[in-house]
């Protein structure tokens, strides 16, 4: 089967979201740096963004302010969505991340426009409004985003910092946003930071 089969509805709102729907399966192919915790391979796109929407619900109560939950998963399930075009930048890689945001959002204007418009326009400003890190319920998801990789890394012998060649002031760079949205994770991040070092998994 490939989408040359997809039998058309006589409802072509539907058949939009339906195409979009097989679209989005793509995700599943995009592969990221973070290894699954068993080492057997790297996670996808996909993987990554079920796993911080779950986290999301769990540490609520950490946030330095209130946070709508139910909006924050919606974020982490399309966050990462223009990657099915744009690719996955590694967050370390300096050249990657500078043509990144024109990337993506060609990648959004291509993507998001298979919807119909309303859903369309909703999907793109969850997507922004996660970019910017300017609300509470944006940066909350923007720190699951970060602390998912970090445990990840504490758990495969820092993989992504290793091979990366990867230094403390970079990490703490990228997770600076945990360290003003959810202070006491920070503490635990920068205990693991201390233990990577010790380790040789992370430079100092």
């Given at each position: 089967?490939?989408?040359?089969?997809f039998?058309?509805?006589?409802?072509?709102?539907?058949?939009?979201?339906?195409?979009?729907?097989?679209?989005?399966?793509?995700?599943?192919a995009?592969l990221?740096?973070?290894l699954?915790?068993?080492?057997?391979?790297?996670?996808?796109?996909?993987e990554?963004?079920?796993?911080?929407?779950?986290?999301?619900m769990?540490?609520?109560?950490?946030?330095a302010?209130?946070?709508?939950?139910g909006?924050?998963v919606?974020?982490c399930?399309?966050?990462?969505?223009?990657?099915i075009?744009?690719?996955?930048t590694?967050?370390?890689?300096a050249?990657?991340n500078?043509?990144?945001?024109e990337r993506e959002?060609?990648a959004?204007d291509r993507l998001f426009a298979?919807?119909?418009k309303?859903?369309?326009?909703?999907?793109?400003?969850?997507?922004?409004?996660?970019?910017?890190?300017?609300?509470?319920d944006?940066k909350?998801?923007?720190?699951?985003?970060?602390?998912?990789p970090?445990?990840?890394?504490t758990?495969?012998?820092?993989?992504t910092?290793?091979?990366g060649k990867?230094?403390?002031?970079?990490?703490?760079?990228?997770s600076?946003i945990?360290?003003?949205?959810?202070p006491?994770?920070?503490?635990?991040?920068?205990?693991?930071?201390?233990?990577?070092?010790?380790k040789?998994?992370m430079?100092?």
């Amino acid at each position: 089967m490939a989408i040359e089969d997809f039998l058309k509805s006589q409802n072509d709102r539907l058949n939009s979201q339906l195409l979009f729907t097989a679209e989005i399966d793509k995700m599943t192919a995009v592969l990221r740096r973070t290894l699954l915790l068993d080492k057997s391979r790297r996670e996808n796109d996909a993987e990554h963004s079920w796993h911080i929407a779950v986290m999301a619900m769990l540490f609520k109560e950490y946030a330095a302010e209130p946070v709508d939950i139910g909006r924050v998963v919606q974020m982490c399930v399309v966050h990462d969505l223009v990657e099915i075009e744009a690719g996955d930048t590694f967050a370390y890689d300096a050249k990657g991340n500078m043509d990144k945001e024109e990337r993506e959002k060609e990648a959004a204007d291509r993507l998001f426009a298979k919807l119909p418009k309303d859903q369309g326009d909703l999907i793109r400003s969850l997507w922004e409004e996660f970019d910017a890190m300017e609300t509470a319920d944006a940066k909350y998801a923007a720190c699951m985003d970060r602390l998912q990789p970090f445990l990840h890394n504490t758990l495969t012998d820092g993989h992504t910092w290793d091979h990366g060649k990867v230094g403390r002031a970079a990490v703490e760079k990228r997770s600076a946003i945990v360290k003003e949205f959810m202070p006491e994770i920070y503490r635990w991040m920068e205990e693991n930071m201390d233990n990577a070092i010790s380790k040789g998994w992370m430079s100092p």
